[in-house]
């Protein structure tokens, strides 16, 4: 009919196409959302809220897959695209070799 039905949505995480609303929302489908979700990562470097920023940038789908380990994060305001690898970041606080949650969604992802 129009050019977003035969636009086929495919999921960040495994690249099967989605279906339903919800899953192209979420940018995963069911199985990889929770995958990621349970996906054994150590946190223990991190702060209770930058694990929770870090799932919630997943959950947006506000970090992409770019190629091998490296993703695609959208900053907090959506002004700027970071560059994220789970050991280094271009945001501000990555290049200061501090730990940002763009790294551990990174490690999330490479995880799940
Ligand atoms: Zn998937
Ligand atoms: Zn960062």
Do not use: W
């Amino acid at each position: 009919m129009n050019a977003a039905a035969t636009t086929i949505t495919r999921c960040l995480h495994c690249r099967r196409p989605l279906r339903s609303a919800r899953s192209i929302a979420n940018g995963y489908g069911p199985t990889c959302a929770r995958r990621i979700r349970n996906a054994a990562v150590d946190t223990t470097d991190y702060k209770p809220h930058q694990i929770a920023s870090a799932r919630e940038l997943i959950a947006d789908a506000a970090i992409v897959p770019v190629r091998g380990q490296a993703f695609a994060a959208v900053s907090s305001d959506g002004t700027e695209t970071y560059l994220a690898h789970p050991t280094n970041c271009t945001c501000p606080a990555g290049l200061k070799a501090a730990r940002c949650y763009h790294q551990l969604a990174a490690r999330m992802l490479l995880a799940a």
